[in-house]
Structures are given as C-alpha cells and as structure tokens.
C-alpha cells in the first residue's frame, strides 16, 4: 500500500481513477502527512505517532476532504487522529470491553444473541477510528472469509434457530464485491435464514464504494437486506454520501444508522439533532445511540451516561420520535442490548 504524502493533491472521489480500491491504496497511514495536511501545530506530531504505534492511522482522502483546516478540535478529527490520551491506562478500559473473545465459536463465527450469528470477515477498514471497540481485536487469529465461508455456511445450515446472518469486520465492504456476491448466494440457499444485515462505515467514509454490482448483490437473493452504517456527526454526510446513500434506499436496502457518543464530537444536542436531520435526508433511520464500548485507548471519548440520558429526553422534546436514536449500550454476556433512554 501507498503512503500519500502531505503534499499530494486532494482528489474527489470522481477524480479516482480506479475507484475505491485506488482510495483506499492512497490512504494516509502516516501521521505527520496527515498532521501537516491540516495544517495542525508541530506539537500533535510526535503524540500521534506514539500512539498510532498502539492502533495504525488510516484515513481516507474522501473523509479528509471533510475536515477543517488548522482546526485541533474540529469533530471529525477528533475520530481519527491519535493522541497521548490513547497511552493512559485507566481502570476499568479493557481490551474485550463486549465479550466478542466469549462469544466466539469454535468456528470464528461469533454467536451472543438468540437467532442471530456474526461473521467477522475481515480485519481491514476503510478508515481506523480511535475509539474503535475492536481496535485490539486479534485479527490475525480470526478464520478468513474466503477460506472458510462454506464452513460457516454449513454451521448456520445446521442451526434452524438461525433467522439474521450479520457480516461485520473490520468492515465487510473492504472485501471484493465477487467474495460478498458468493457468500450472498450460499446464504439464500439456507431456508431459515431471512435477513442479512452488513455493518459498514464505507458509504460514509468512501461513498464511491456503493457500486452497481453492490447494490446488485444486495438485493438480488429472496432475504431482505439491511445495512447499519456508522456516523456520528451532520459533517460527515456530504453529497457524495448523500449520494451515495440514496442509492442503496432506491434499490431496496434498509438503511439504519449507529452513532457512538464521543465527547468532544457530538455530545451536544444540537450536533445531535442535524445528524438526525441529515441521516432522514439521506433515507436513513437514526438507530441507535451508543455509549462508548470501554475498550482500552478510548476513555477520552467516554461521556457520563447520565448525560446521554439527558441528551435523548431533549432530543424527543424537539424532534419526532422517528428521527431519535434509542441510547444504549452492550454489556459482555447479556442476552441483548441495555436500552438506557
């Protein structure tokens, strides 16, 4: 992979010759290029480098467009560069803060709630956000997608009492759209199982991702569709996204939204509340509202849940209850989610 350099021209997605692949080849990974593209003080330099030795930099060159100049603080940033704050331990963050290692079957397929399996299918992403709950994941020793598919095929087969099949990573959408298509077509082979729902933050971070053979093996099987897409705040949704989104909603997939509440991003109500706005422009339902999964390197973000609460209740007193996430957060070894407010 190409490390850009922080004098490279910023290209549009529709300047990329090769389309995402070529997106994601061109990514920055080096934490100087990005700091001096922003222009941010020399002092974030040497901090970031610290602590991407921890969890690697990735951005790519669409999400950076989006960020302000010269800005330390701006939200999106803040998702993606890392800092000193990362090194601290502190009590109570930990490596596997959702129970994914306890879940996890003797197959690689991970299996916490009734009626439903997840398939981690890869440990890429298409950007490396901070407060990632799998940033400490062991990848490595995770079964891969392309050797064991018809494995994890058979396994859900022989399980009636299997009625979602979630694809998650990493980020699915890193993967070929052939790979997806296959395992698509063994999927709808399988008659109970009647949904698959991906988990991606690729229309949102490279919006180009959504291609016409995607949408085509997203809706070509009998089962419905759902992809859970991954934004925290109103900046992240440009036209292209918009675009981008508004596509799959026109070929029949059901779009839902996760947001994590990250302080110093979107811990006020009014950020809140445009995100709402502009996830429903974009024909997306805002889903969930998610306390920060304790995973070590991320207490910085951690917002008290009381004030998590206290944002949902003036969210509801403003907006309709269609447009309000429920707030909630994942507790290793329960039988679902804890819905807070």
């Known amino acids: ?45 040497q901090a970031a480098i610290r602590a991407s030795h921890q969890f690697p930099l990735f951005v790519p060159r669409p999400y950076l467009e989006r960020i302000r100049l010269a800005d330390p603080h701006d939200p999106l940033l803040r998702q993606v560069l890392p800092l000193d704050d990362e090194l601290a331990d502190v009590p109570g963050f930990t490596q596997d803060p959702v129970g994914d290692l306890l879940a996890r079957q003797q197959s690689g397929i991970l299996q916490k709630y009734q009626g439903r399996v997840l398939m981690i299918a890869t440990g890429a992403c298409g950007i490396n956000c901070r407060y990632c709950f799998r940033r400490h994941f062991p990848y490595a020793e995770v079964a891969k997608l392309s050797r064991h598919a018809v494995t994890w095929v058979e396994e859900i087969r022989r399980d009636p009492s299997i009625e979602e099949v979630i694809l998650s990573g990493g980020d699915p959408l890193t993967l070929a759209d052939s790979q997806l298509a296959r395992l698509m077509d063994m999927l709808s082979t399988i008659p109970h199982v009647r949904r698959v729902r991906i988990h991606s933050r690729m229309p949102i971070v490279i919006p180009s991702r959504v291609t016409t053979e995607l949408c085509r093996w997203l809706t070509g099987h009998r089962f419905s569709s759902v992809m859970v897409v991954h934004s925290n705040h109103p900046n992240e949704l440009d036209q292209h996204v918009e675009a981008a989104l508004k596509r799959l909603a026109n070929v029949g997939v059901l779009l839902l939204n996760q947001s994590v509440l990250l302080r110093g991003v979107n811990d006020q109500v009014d950020t809140l509340a445009e995100l709402s706005h502009r996830l429903l422009d974009c024909r997306v339902v805002p889903y969930y509202l998610h306390q920060l999964d304790r995973v070590a390197g991320a207490a910085h973000f951690e917002v008290p849940i009381e004030r998590g609460v206290q944002l949902v209740h003036q969210l509801r007193a403003r907006m309709a209850g269609y447009g309000v996430p429920r707030f909630a957060r994942e507790v290793a070894g329960q039988a679902s989610k804890e819905v807070l407010a």
């Open 1 to 45: 992979m190409i490390v850009a350099n922080a004098t490279d021209p910023v290209r549009t997605p529709s300047a990329v010759a090769d389309g995402w692949r070529d997106i994601m080849r061109h990514a920055i990974r080096d934490p100087i290029a990005l700091c001096q593209h922003l222009q941010l003080p020399r002092r974030f330099e």
